[in-house]
């Protein structure tokens, strides 16, 4: 897999593409869709399948100090795609020029000129350029005015209603782990490099491996039945914490998953954590027995629901 910048030249073995225009953060199913038809088109026509995501997000842009809303990094998607057949991956750095263009600027200037596509899939709905002014038709329209065809894919429903990053977000600020995971196709899963914390966890007995949110949206503060993904390829069943630990002061946002049976030292490791289950909400506990006696109860209730 390549990652490709828009503000550097495309390689020469990598224009001609198809490329899957969108966002694309979580690469729901929805999203799956369209880089599916993308890589469909590419394989069809012997050409590279390009999938383009934006950094910043556009919302970020507009709106600096809105709460965070990511549901993948970069890296994420990059292995997503990759994964989807894609070759590349196209990270459109979303600054004030690029804001500026209207839809058509930005099939001649970017589409066309900057990354010399041959192909563009996107979902019905998707719009793009100054005051939404590029929309499928436009694409259609203008793109065959440089040689770039066009291709829109419809929603994918669940439940009737379409699959989108929206329906996935509310889930989890709801707790609700099973719909995002439905919606997802996986789990949501936070990654970071584990760091120092206050070592409390391991003089109780239950050792935690903190790591920051970053970017990612907050789900609901509480306890999780949660599974780690380590560097080496293992797989661990654990509890978590994500809150910022009412029984501590000061109080510290953290995810804070203490893995059955492990005890070995990840500081500095960069782990996947997956969201299983919704157990309970954070609460505060008086002593250490209180806590240790909720944090034992959590553990006993999450390896059950993870057997399950």
């Known amino acids: 897999m390549v990652r490709l910048d828009s503000q550097l030249p495309v390689p020469a073995d990598l224009r001609g593409a198809?490329?899957?225009?969108?966002?694309?953060?979580?690469?729901?199913?929805?999203?799956?869709?369209?880089?599916?038809?993308?890589?469909?088109?590419?394989?069809?026509?012997?050409?590279?399948?390009?999938?383009?995501?934006?950094?910043?997000?556009?919302?970020?842009f507009f709106v600096p100090d809105a709460p965070w809303f990511r549901l993948t990094t970069l890296d994420q998607r990059?292995?997503?795609f990759a994964a989807a057949g894609a070759a590349a991956?196209?990270?459109?750095?979303?600054?004030?020029?690029?804001?500026?263009?209207?839809?058509?600027?930005?099939i001649a200037q970017m589409l066309h000129a900057r990354f010399g596509v041959a192909g563009v899939v996107t979902g019905e709905d998707f719009t793009f350029g100054r005051d939404r002014s590029g929309t499928t038709a436009v694409l259609a329209e203008s793109g065959a005015q440089y040689g770039v065809a066009a291709r829109a894919v419809g929603p994918v429903l669940d439940a009737g209603l379409p699959v989108s990053s929206t329906r996935i977000r509310a889930a989890l600020?709801?707790?609700?782990?099973?719909?995002?995971?439905?919606?997802?196709?996986?789990?949501?899963?936070?990654?970071?490099?584990?760091?120092?914390?206050?070592?409390?966890?391991r003089t109780i007995g239950f050792p935690t491996a903190n790591l920051p949110m970053g970017h990612y949206l907050r789900p609901r503060y509480g306890i999780y039945a949660v599974r780690g993904r380590l560097p080496d390829g293992r797989v661990l069943d654990g509890a978590a914490n994500l809150g910022v630990r009412p029984s501590f002061d000061p109080p510290k946002e953290l995810l804070e998953p203490h893995f059955f049976d492990f005890a070995?030292?990840?500081?500095?490791?960069?782990?996947?954590?997956?969201?299983?289950?919704?157990?309970?909400?954070?609460?505060?506990y008086d002593g250490l027995a209180a806590l240790t006696a909720a944090i034992a109860a959590d553990c006993a209730r999450a390896r059950a629901v993870l057997a399950g």
Request: hydrophobic fraction near 45%; charge should be negative.
């Open 89 to 106: 991956m196209l990270v459109i750095r979303f600054d004030a020029a690029v804001a500026a263009m209207t839809g058509p600027e930005w």
């Open 78 to 80: 990059e292995a997503l």
């Open 264 to 284: 070995e030292d990840l500081y500095g490791q960069d782990i996947a954590v997956e969201f299983h289950a919704f157990l309970r909400p954070e609460a505060k």
């Open 173 to 201: 600020e709801a707790g609700d782990c099973a719909t995002a995971t439905r919606l997802l196709s996986r789990p949501f899963t936070v990654q970071g490099k584990v760091q120092h914390g206050d070592k409390l966890g």
């Open 18 to 60: 198809i490329l899957a225009l969108g966002n694309f953060d979580g690469f729901h199913l929805g999203h799956q869709a369209v880089v599916g038809e993308a890589v469909r088109w590419a394989e069809a026509e012997g050409r590279p399948a390009i999938v383009a995501t934006f950094d910043p997000h556009p919302r970020r």
